[in-house]
């Protein structure tokens, strides 16, 4: 996951190369939709299930991530889009529902704003309603088919994500009325 101070650093890069050569997993820069209100907001819901399950992640909306030169690349997003329905959108149209965070990035290019999708990991396979999904493999959001689907829950399968390996004896982590018998 990426915070705004990382980003504002990666946003400097873009007068020396183009957004598409800073992507990674989890780092992904797109393009605001102008034309259509709709593709932009399906593409935002495109790109929050496929993040979660490439195990999570950063989108920054409104960069051009071809152009270089900060004037050139960073485009905005324009100052109707309301982040709170960006939210309702995603929780919406997912399954199991996702409610990512949204942040707002003044910047003074473009629309001078700029808005950042972080997407926490959960467990998936997520899919819109329905039944579509797509999963982010290196810096591509790949189609989640019966084979991807497969490997996701295999790999998955009994996952605690919050399950964190314990250092120490595990009667150290217990209550002492835990470790009474009966």
Request: proline content about 8%; charged content about 25%; some cysteine.
């Amino acid at each position: 996951m990426r915070d705004l101070p990382e980003i504002k650093e990666l946003l400097d890069e873009l007068d020396h190369q183009p957004a598409d050569a800073l992507e990674d997993q989890y780092l992904d820069f797109k393009e605001w939709n102008t034309r259509s209100i709709s593709d932009a907001v399906s593409l935002v819901i495109e790109m929050a299930i496929c993040m979660v399950n490439g195990g999570g992640g950063t989108v920054v909306f409104g960069v051009n991530d071809k152009a270089v030169g900060r004037d050139r690349a960073i485009l905005g997003v324009p100052p109707e889009i309301d982040i709170n329905r960006l939210k309702k959108a995603v929780y919406d149209s997912t399954d199991p529902k996702l409610t990512p965070v949204f942040q707002e990035l003044v910047v003074p290019e473009g629309t001078g704003r700029l808005i950042i999708m972080q997407i926490f990991p959960g467990l998936p396979p997520y899919t819109d309603t329905q039944g579509r999904g797509k999963i982010r493999v290196g810096k591509d959001c790949q189609p989640l088919t019966g084979t991807l689907r497969r490997r996701v829950m295999v790999e998955t399968g009994e996952t605690d994500f919050t399950a964190i390996p314990l250092e120490g004896p595990v009667n150290t982590y217990l209550s002492p009325s835990a470790m009474e018998k009966d």
